[in-house]
């Protein structure tokens, strides 16, 4: 059984960077997608970015390129989620989850995973 979970939520000021972990364990395959979600008080589950385990580009949300980097340590079995130039509309409960299957756009979709962490929060205000 596949388990991820998440750390480095906090309470940061706008303009501030955070950099999430989540730690996995309990693989079937070397061959998965991980991706980073989120969601606000009210809003729909969002992704937010996600990389495949061996190679391929990484997708983001366009709230959040140019500010946010998805990256991962396959020796760790660890996902990163470093976020810079945070904003107030930034502050969610941030998840990681996995699936097996074919990689592309489509990892961005949360009904494409199959494994979530518990998640970690994300707070920006001043």
């Known amino acids: 059984q596949v388990q991820l979970v998440e750390s480095g939520g906090g309470l940061v000021q706008p303009g501030g960077s955070l950099r999430l972990s989540c730690v996995a364990s309990g693989f079937t395959s070397d061959n998965y997608v991980i991706g980073w979600f989120r969601q606000a008080p009210g809003k729909e589950r969002e992704g937010v970015s996600c990389i495949r385990s061996t190679f391929g580009p990484t997708y983001s949300a366009d709230s959040v390129k140019g500010r946010f980097t998805i990256s991962r340590d396959n020796a760790k079995n660890t996902a990163y989620l470093q976020m810079n130039s945070l904003k107030p509309e930034d502050t969610a409960v941030y998840y990681c989850?996995?699936?097996?299957?074919?990689?592309?756009?489509?990892?961005?979709?949360?009904?494409?995973?199959?494994?979530w962490g518990q998640g970690t929060q994300v707070t920006v205000s001043s």
């Open positions: 989850a996995i699936y097996y299957g074919q990689y592309g756009s489509r990892c961005l979709d949360p009904k494409a995973y199959n494994y």
